[in-house]
């Protein structure tokens, strides 16, 4: 799909990955971008630098993990910027926390990275099912695909992010829309970084598997992703081979896995042993 003359929603995109998909697509022309975010001032202040490249922004809060504001923000997309084309359902959070995560941290990361997406597109895709046309682009991670040590709500909710973008390629492509599942590694943003700082061992994971790439890198490889309608949008080629690995034998994987969870905690308890 071409961005030019389409009408674009970003979730999320108040930081990061999501901001940086803003101002890039900004550059291919398209009718116009909301600009999502649960930090109202944020999704502002990108909106304005949509605006400042000649197209038309707006920023607009909303909590995506609840389906009535989730609804709210599309009537206002499409009454901003007229029927939706193209939404980026980018929003994302992580937990550091293993197995005993709090219950409310559980509900959370499925909140914002399952049921986001499925909000979004119970709001969307009729109308745009009705057009014949639209692309779907989910923000997931290569955590979907690979697994992470030390985080298990986000571990588990990006495998099923990846998974209902799974289904609703292979349910909607007959009716002329288009999925994609956007799976980094390890990207410079406010939801990594802390935790490679900290010698956490889920970031030391990451840190480990893979560069860390900017979010206007990951920018460039999605409008290459959308021109192309690829499911996989891989920004680091390395994740195909990990993921052909980790297919053809589990057990070798989690073997290997396992072994550098123990290695990456060991690190993390000394790391916090270090700064007291």
């Given at each position: 799909?071409?961005i030019?003359?389409?009408?674009?929603?970003?979730?999320?995109a108040?930081?990061?990955?999501?901001?940086?998909?803003?101002?890039?697509?900004?550059?291919?022309?398209?009718?116009?971008?909301?600009?999502?975010d649960i930090?109202?001032?944020?999704?502002?202040?990108?909106?304005e630098?949509?605006?400042?490249?000649?197209v038309?922004?707006?920023?607009?809060?909303?909590?995506?993990?609840?389906?009535?504001?989730?609804?709210?923000?599309?009537?206002?997309?499409?009454?901003e910027?007229g029927p939706?084309?193209?939404?980026?359902?980018?929003?994302?959070?992580?937990?550091?926390?293993?197995?005993?995560?709090?219950p409310?941290?559980?509900?959370?990361?499925?909140?914002?990275?399952?049921?986001?997406?499925?909000?979004?597109?119970?709001?969307?895709l009729?109308?745009?099912?009705?057009?014949?046309?639209?692309y779907?682009?989910?923000?997931?991670?290569?955590?979907?695909?690979?697994?992470?040590?030390?985080?298990?709500?986000?571990?588990?909710?990006?495998?099923?992010?990846?998974?209902?973008?799974?289904?609703?390629?292979?349910?909607?492509?007959?009716?002329?829309?288009?999925?994609?599942?956007l799976?980094?590694?390890?990207?410079?943003?406010?939801?990594l970084?802390?935790?490679v700082?900290?010698?956490?061992?889920a970031?030391?994971?990451?840190?480990?598997?893979?560069?860390?790439?900017?979010?206007a890198?990951?920018?460039?490889?999605v409008?290459?992703?959308?021109?192309?309608?690829?499911f996989?949008i891989?920004?680091?080629p390395?994740?195909?081979?990990?993921?052909?690995?980790?297919?053809?034998?589990?057990?070798?994987?989690?073997?290997?896995?396992?072994?550098?969870g123990?290695?990456?905690?060991?690190?993390?308890?000394?790391?916090?042993?270090?700064?007291?």
């Open positions: 799909m071409r030019e003359g389409k009408s674009v929603l970003i979730t999320g108040g930081h990061g990955i999501g901001a940086a998909l803003a101002l890039r697509l900004a550059a291919e022309k398209p009718r116009g971008i909301v600009v999502s930090d109202e001032p944020a999704a502002k202040e990108v909106a630098l949509v605006c400042q490249q000649g038309p922004g707006v920023g607009v809060r909303a909590d995506v993990s609840s389906a009535d504001e989730v609804t709210e923000l599309i009537a206002t997309t499409e009454r910027i939706l084309d193209v939404i980026c359902s980018n929003a994302g959070i992580s937990t550091a926390k293993g197995l005993f995560a709090t409310a941290d559980w509900e959370r990361a499925w909140g914002v990275n399952v049921a986001a997406h499925i909000h979004l597109a119970q709001a969307a009729p109308g745009m099912v009705r057009r014949k046309e639209g779907f682009l989910i923000t997931a991670s290569a955590v979907g695909l690979l697994g992470l040590q030390g985080d298990a709500p986000y571990s588990v909710s990006k495998h099923a992010a990846v998974g209902f973008a799974e289904w609703l390629a292979f349910t909607y492509r007959p009716r002329g829309i288009r999925v994609s599942a799976c980094p590694l390890g990207v410079r943003t406010g939801l970084m802390p935790a700082e900290s010698g956490h061992a970031g030391a994971a990451i840190a480990d598997a893979g560069r860390i790439m900017e979010p890198e990951v920018a460039e490889v409008v290459q992703g959308f021109a192309d309608e690829r996989l891989l920004p680091h390395e994740v195909a081979e990990m993921h052909a690995r980790k297919v053809a034998d589990p057990d070798a994987w989690i073997a290997e896995q396992a072994a550098a123990s290695r990456h905690s060991r690190q993390s308890r000394q790391s916090l042993r270090d700064r007291r």
